[in-house]
């Protein structure tokens, strides 16, 4: 049973980064699809990011494309999420997934993390 553990939520001024972090304390992941969402209070979940078991492939919703980039770890069952150039519109809980049941930028993925709180200062 995978069960994932984000961190690296924060307060940052726009224009700022940070790096987001997403590990399987059960270390069974790694052969998972991985995907980032995140969601406002008020407004629909929605797709950020998410690669591909063996890393060669990501996708990225396209407005956020050039600022934001996913990676993985699969020897430390971890996935990152770098974030540049943030903008006050990023705030929000940024939460990651794990084994998408149809594709990757939907979000009917079997495994969720708890959230991790963005917020974007201007």
């Known amino acids: 049973q995978v069960q994932l553990v984000e961190s690296g939520g924060g307060l940052v001024q726009a224009g700022g980064s940070l790096r987001l972090s997403c590990t399987d304390v059960?270390?069974?992941?790694?052969?998972?699809?991985m995907g980032w969402f995140r969601q406002d209070p008020g407004k629909e979940r929605e797709f950020v990011a998410a690669?591909?078991?063996?890393?060669?492939?990501?996708y990225y919703a396209d407005s956020l494309k050039g600022r934001f980039t996913i990676s993985r770890d699969n020897a430390k069952s971890t996935v990152y999420l770098q974030m540049n150039s943030l903008k006050p519109e990023d705030t929000a809980v940024y939460y990651c997934?794990?084994?998408?049941?149809?594709?990757?930028?939907?979000?009917?993925?079997?495994?969720w993390g708890q959230g991790t709180q963005v917020t974007v200062s201007s």
């Open positions: 997934a794990a084994d998408p049941a149809t594709t990757v930028t939907q979000d009917d993925y079997r495994y």
């Open positions: 059960t270390r069974t992941f790694a052969y998972l699809p």
């Open positions: 690669i591909a078991w063996h890393g060669a492939r990501t």
